[in-house]
């Protein structure tokens, strides 16, 4: 079973960063796309970067030159160093690992808060 821990969120004042990571652990191809996804109270969860095994990145445009996304293949982690962070970044952060097997797999971490105090 393939499941995602993410670990990094906290509370912090406007203008401060925070890096989140994810590991992932059981059986999936080495070929995936790990990414981090928020949710604000109230609102749909949102793409917020996402790397694939090749390399690949993909930003959201609300966080372009804030946020950068990396991960160590050799260990199945995903990182999210985020920066200049703003109140509305506030929410829920989710790890999802995305992969082929027969069909397509979507596989969601628990999620870990982020506060930012303005």
């Known amino acids: 079973q393939v499941q995602l821990v993410e670990s990094g969120g906290g509370l912090v004042q406007a203008g401060g960063s925070l890096n989140l990571s994810c590991a992932a652990s059981?059986?999936?191809?080495?070929?995936?796309?790990m990414g981090w996804y928020h949710q604000a109270p109230g609102k749909q969860r949102e793409l917020v970067a996402s790397?694939?095994?090749?390399?690949?990145?993909n930003y959201a445009d609300f966080v372009k030159g804030r946020v950068t996304i990396s991960r160590d293949n050799a260990k199945n982690t995903v990182f999210l160093q985020m920066n200049s962070l703003k109140p509305e970044d506030t929410g829920v952060y989710y790890c999802?690992?995305?992969?082929?097997?027969?069909?397509?797999?979507?596989?969601w971490g628990q999620g870990t808060q982020v506060t930012v105090s303005s």
């Open positions: 059981g059986s999936f191809p080495s070929t995936n796309t």
């Open positions: 999802n690992l995305e992969y082929r097997f027969f069909s397509r797999r979507h596989v």
């Open positions: 790397l694939t095994s090749g390399g690949t990145t």
